[in-house]
């Protein structure tokens, strides 16, 4: 190997030094290098080079960190993150940068909790409001939040919440339907409720119970059924819907013919009907009444006497 070929590989090395151009510069010096492994001038010059390297890789980490500071203030630690993702590669020689990302990485976690909760909450009590006063706008407005947010889980989560209290509600409110034997009925009602959402775990487990109940199979126990029917009898019984009560504690008589609390119940609602009954004819009758009374001075022929 000549001197002259040894100074000119020598001398591109440091042409490359000047210009910056470390990468190209560490390369040509590793290849003179794996030829010529014991020249000294070499080694020191390859040593030179990542010494250069590293101080011009300090400075540009110094300044970009620096340019973060701002990012910092306002919070923005996604911008962060994506800023000290590509400086990672340093990062064996920088622990710093490996700090920084965990910091930023903590602090926007934290940062997107707080936002999906204040977001839960805002939509929670948007849409409680809906529930008790729209349920077909609520519906509508749950299907526009998953088309404009797809694969949003948040949003999957609420609608899900949101169409199971609907589904619920409706449920409650037809109990005389879903305790009774009118199979085709309820299966057009199941049909509406599986437009809010098929997938509803309590819809399919009614959906379950009608079937057996329907096709006499009994895999349901007949005392889950019969529990279910005296909580729904005694929910009528607290809303003074006594006539609604008694309709249905017959139904259920018609399941278990000797259940005493069913007894107890029709007899209950029975007679708690037959006062409200009652109450309510003598309320329209005294109501009345005066207007009768003045009927009856012009023209008592049209009144029959007993």
Not at 75 to 93: A, F, M, T, V
Not at 230 to 239: C, S, W
Not at 284 to 291: A, R, T, V
């Amino acid at each position: 190997m000549s001197s002259a070929y040894t100074d000119q590989i020598e001398q591109k090395i440091n042409t490359m030094l000047a210009d910056k151009k470390y990468g190209k510069a560490y390369e040509l010096c590793n290849e003179f290098l794996k030829k010529y492994p014991y020249k000294r001038r070499f080694l020191k010059l390859k040593r030179k080079i990542e010494n250069a390297a590293g101080a011009e890789n300090r400075r540009y980490i110094k300044t970009q960190l620096k340019e973060m500071k701002p990012l910092w203030r306002e919070k923005n630690y996604l911008e962060i993150l994506k800023q000290i993702r590509p400086l990672l590669k340093y990062g064996k020689k920088y622990p710093k940068l490996g700090e920084l990302y965990m910091k930023a990485q903590i602090a926007y976690r934290e940062q997107i909790k707080k936002l999906e909760e204040k977001y839960k909450k805002e939509q929670t009590k948007k849409f409680d409001k809906l529930l008790k006063e729209d349920q077909k706008k609520l519906i509508q407005e749950l299907f526009n939040l998953e088309k404009n947010n797809p694969g949003n889980q948040i949003v999957k989560e609420i609608a899900r919440k949101y169409r199971h209290e609907v589904i619920i509600q409706r449920i409650n409110e037809r109990g005389d339907l879903i305790y009774s034997r009118k199979y085709t009925a309820i299966e057009n009602f199941l049909k509406e409720l599986k437009k809010i959402d098929k997938n509803n775990i309590e819809l399919k487990r009614l959906e379950t119970n009608i079937h057996k109940r329907k096709f006499g199979t009994q895999i349901e126990e007949k005392g889950e059924y019969v529990y279910r029917g005296l909580q729904h009898i005694a929910t009528l019984m607290k809303l003074k819907k006594y006539d609604k009560a008694l309709q249905a504690s017959e139904e259920l008589l018609e399941v278990d013919k000797t259940n005493r609390e069913i007894i107890k119940f029709l007899r209950k609602a029975r007679s708690k009907n037959f006062k409200q009954t009652r109450s309510k004819s003598a309320k329209i009758i005294d109501e009345n009444f005066p207007k009768l009374k003045e009927e009856y001075k012009k023209d008592k022929a049209a009144f029959i006497k007993l």
